[in-house]
C-alpha cells in the first residue's frame, strides 16, 4: 500500500503529513517562520524560510517512517493564495515575498480597474482587483521598485516556488493561478486581454498545469537530504483553499466549507464557472479537473481572537502553561457563560481591513455597544459572533447567486470549538458537521499527489475514501430570531463607519 505525503506552505508554518490510503496519519511534522511587517499594511516573508522549513518537515516525516519510508509514493503541495515570488533568471529570489495579507496595493487596485475596466475585468477573470491578489503585487513592483522588475524573470506563488526547490521545474496548476487576477477562470487560461492592459509580460508566468498533473520528481539532492524515495512524483496540487475544500469533502454541489484560521473562508462547490457580477464573492478554479468553487474571504477571524489573546490574555496563556490545556479553551469557556448577543456588544472584525463583502482595505476592528456591563467574557464572545456574522455574508451572497448550500463542513481552529460551531448553526441556519479528519489544505495536498500517482481514480474517489461525517450541531432554533435581529445591526454598521475609515486611514499616513 502506498503512502502520500501533503505539504501546506501556510503563513505560520509548513504543515507536512502522510496518509495511507484510507487516510490514516501515518507521521507528521510541523516548522514555523517568521513574517515580516516592514510598514504599516505590508506583510512579507522569505522564500528560503519556506524552504528551509519544508525540508525540516520532510526530514522529521521520513525519520519517523523509518524503514517505511520507501513506502511513499507521491507527494501534493498546498500553498497560503496570492503571494508572489520573484526570481532572475539564474532562479534566485529578487526581494522577499509578497503575501496575500499584504494591503500597500490600494492604489494599484485602482490602476488595474482605470486600465482594464472592472466589468471587463471580471469578465475576464471572474474577480475584480483586491490588496491581497497577485496582479497588484507586480503592478506596485513595476511602479515602485522598477531596478527589481527589469531583472523578474518569473514570478511564483508560494508553493510553487517550494516544488520548483523540490524537483527543478516550474509550473503553477489552475486553483492557485486563478488567485493572480491574470487566469482567465472560465476559460482556463492566462488572460492575454489583462495582461496587455497591464502591460506584463506572459513570459514570466509559470505555464499551468491541473492539480492533479505530474509536475516533476523530487531530486537527488533533496532525496539524500530527507531520506525519501529518489524521483518520486510531484503532484500540481492546489492553492489551500482549494485543497482545505478536497481534504474536507466539498467535491460536490451544496457541500460548504467554512474555515476559521487566521482568515475566515466559506467556500462551496460547483460544476460550472458562476460569478458574481460585483465582485463580492470570488469563482476560483478547484483542484478538481473541470470544476470551480465560489468563496468568500474575510481577513481577520481567528486573528482577530488570537490578538484578544496575546494582548488581554495573560491570565489564559498562564493557564496553559500550567495545565497545559490550549488558552483558547479557557477564553472559549467565558464566551460560553456569555449570553447570546454578548448584551448588545457587536464586535467588527475588520482589523486587516475587509474583502467579503466591502473589499475595503482601509475598514478597522470596532466594538460597537461597550458600557459598564461588559466584561471580558463579552468581548470574547463578540468576537466570535462577529467573526461568524462576517462569514454569514458570504453565504447569503452565495444563496443570492441561486448556488444550493444545505450543510457546512467545518474546519480550522473554530472546527475545534464548540462554542463557534454553536454560532455557525445558530446564525447561518445551517447543519454544522465536524470531520473525522482535520488535517486541512496538507490533507487535500497529499490525496491530489494520490490522485497523480495512481493510487485513487480521482479527486472525488479520493476524498469520498478518506472524509467522513463524525458529528452535527444543529441550529437552536429559539436563538435564531435574535441572530437574525444582531446580524441586521452587524450590517448596518459598516455603511454608518465607511467614511470614517476612509479618514482614520488618512489621519494615520
Not at 512579507?44 to 523509518?66: F, R
Amino acid at each position: 500500500m502506498g503512502y502520500m505525503i501533503g505539504i501546506d506552505v501556510g503563513t505560520s508554518g509548513v504543515k507536512t503529513i502522510v496518509i495511507n490510503k484510507q487516510g490514516d496519519i501515518m507521521a507528521e511534522a510541523t516548522a514555523k517562520y517568521p513574517l515580516y511587517h516592514p510598514k504599516a499594511g505590508w506583510a512579507e516573508q522569505d522564500p528560503e524560510d519556506w524552504w528551509q522549513a519544508t525540508l525540516a518537515s520532510l526530514q522529521e516525516v521520513s525519520h519517523a517512517l523509518g524503514g517505511q519510508v520507501a513506502r511513499v509514493k507521491s507527494i501534493g503541495l498546498s500553498g497560503q493564495m496570492h503571494g508572489s515570488v520573484f526570481l532572475d533568471k539564474t532562479g534566485q529570489v529578487l526581494r522577499p515575498a509578497i503575501l496575500w495579507c499584504d494591503v500597500r496595493t490600494a492604489s494599484q487596485c485602482r490602476y488595474i480597474h482605470e486600465q482594464v475596466g472592472r466589468k471587463e475585468l471580471i469578465y475576464h477573470t471572474s474577480n475584480p482587483a483586491l490588496e491581497g491578489f497577485t496582479a497588484p503585487k507586480i503592478v506596485w513592483l513595476q511602479q515602485n521598485e522598477p531596478e527589481i522588475y527589469e531583472k523578474v524573470d518569473k514570478v511564483l506563488l508560494p508553493k510553487d516556488y517550494v516544488r520548483y526547490r523540490l524537483t527543478g521545474e516550474i509550473y503553477t496548476e489552475v486553483s492557485d493561478a486563478a488567485g493572480t487576477l491574470l487566469f482567465d477562470v472560465t476559460r482556463r487560461r492566462w488572460s492575454q486581454a489583462v495582461l496587455d492592459a497591464l502591460g506584463i509580460s506572459s513570459d514570466i508566468l509559470p505555464p499551468w498545469r491541473e492539480s492533479t498533473d505530474i509536475c516533476g520528481q523530487l531530486r537527488h539532492e533533496v532525496a539524500e537530504q530527507t531520506g525519501l524515495p529518489n524521483g518520486i512524483p510531484v503532484a500540481g496540487g492546489g492553492a489551500d483553499n482549494a485543497c482545505g475544500a478536497t481534504g474536507a469533502g466539498i467535491v460536490n454541489p451544496g457541500r460548504v466549507l467554512s474555515s476559521i484560521g487566521s482568515s475566515g473562508v466559506i467556500l462551496v462547490h460547483t460544476d460550472k464557472p458562476q460569478t458574481d457580477p460585483k465582485g463580492q464573492v470570488h469563482t476560483f478554479n478547484h483542484a478538481i479537473p473541470h470544476k470551480w468553487y465560489v468563496m468568500g474571504v474575510i481577513m481577520a477571524a481567528g486573528l482577530s481572537l488570537k490578538w484578544f489573546r496575546d494582548n488581554f490574555g495573560q491570565h489564559e496563556r498562564q493557564m496553559e502553561d500550567f495545565t497545559g490545556t490550549d488558552a483558547y479553551v479557557f477564553l472559549d469557556q467565558q464566551a460560553t457563560a456569555t449570553p447570546p448577543g454578548a448584551e448588545g456588544l457587536v464586535f467588527l472584525p475588520y482589523m486587516n481591513g475587509e474583502r467579503t463583502p466591502h473589499a475595503d482595505a482601509n475598514a478597522r476592528g470596532v466594538f460597537f455597544g461597550l458600557s459598564p456591563i461588559h466584561t471580558r467574557g463579552h468581548m470574547i464572545r463578540a468576537i466570535m459572533e462577529g467573526v461568524v456574522y462576517a462569514l454569514r455574508d458570504s453565504v447569503e451572497i452565495i444563496r443570492g447567486m441561486g448556488i444550493p448550500v444545505s450543510q457546512v463542513r467545518a474546519i480550522g481552529g473554530g472546527a475545534k470549538s464548540p462554542l463557534w460551531r454553536q454560532l455557525q448553526a445558530n446564525i447561518m441556519q445551517l447543519e454544522v458537521a465536524t470531520l473525522n479528519v482535520d488535517e486541512g489544505p496538507a490533507l487535500g495536498a497529499a490525496l491530489l499527489g494520490g490522485v497523480a500517482a495512481g493510487i485513487y481514480e480521482s479527486v472525488e474517489v479520493a476524498a469520498e475514501s478518506v472524509v467522513r461525517i463524525v458529528h452535527t450541531t444543529e441550529p437552536n432554533q429559539d436563538l435564531i430570531s435574535r441572530y437574525d435581529d444582531y446580524y441586521q445591526l452587524y450590517r448596518s454598521l459598516y455603511p454608518a463607519l465607511q467614511e470614517r475609515f476612509q479618514a482614520a486611514a488618512k489621519l494615520q499616513a
